[in-house]
Nanobody, 130 residues
């Protein structure tokens, strides 16, 4: 499985970006997709996750700081997962990476942990200026 993240860039505070994560390789009947971010000098942080088990879950997971501003979604026809980011803030500045977790469904809380994901893509830089 290969993951390719794209869509990052420089945006002013209050602006929007949409990140894409293209998935290629084997397909699976059940899996989860997550977005994580890492700012300079900080640990990697969970952002959002969504599960696939024949259809995309209607109850994705978000870290509190992005709830109401970010939306994770998937398009299985395009093998792509998106992260729509609105009302961006300078503190959203980070390298954003997507990850895939095979199988499931698992305990909902476990999707917040990077260690449970099996595949990772290279990150894409998001910079929000004030």
């Amino acid at each position: 499985v290969q993951l390719q993240a794209s869509g990052g860039g420089l945006v002013q505070a209050g602006g929007s970006l949409r990140l894409s994560c293209a998935v290629s390789g084997r397909t699976f009947s059940r899996y989860g997709m997550g977005w994580f971010r890492q700012a300079p000098g900080k640990e990697r942080e969970f952002v959002a996750a969504i599960r696939w088990s024949g259809r995309w879950s209607h109850s994705p997971y978000y870290t509190n700081s992005v709830k109401g501003r970010f939306t994770i979604s998937g398009d299985n026809a395009k093998n792509t997962v998106y992260l729509q980011m609105n009302s961006l803030k300078p503190e959203d500045t980070a390298v954003y990476s997507c990850a895939a977790r095979l199988g499931g469904p698992y305990n909902s809380g476990s999707y917040y942990y990077a260690d449970v994901y099996h595949y990772w893509g290279h990150g894409t830089q998001v910079t929000v200026s004030s």
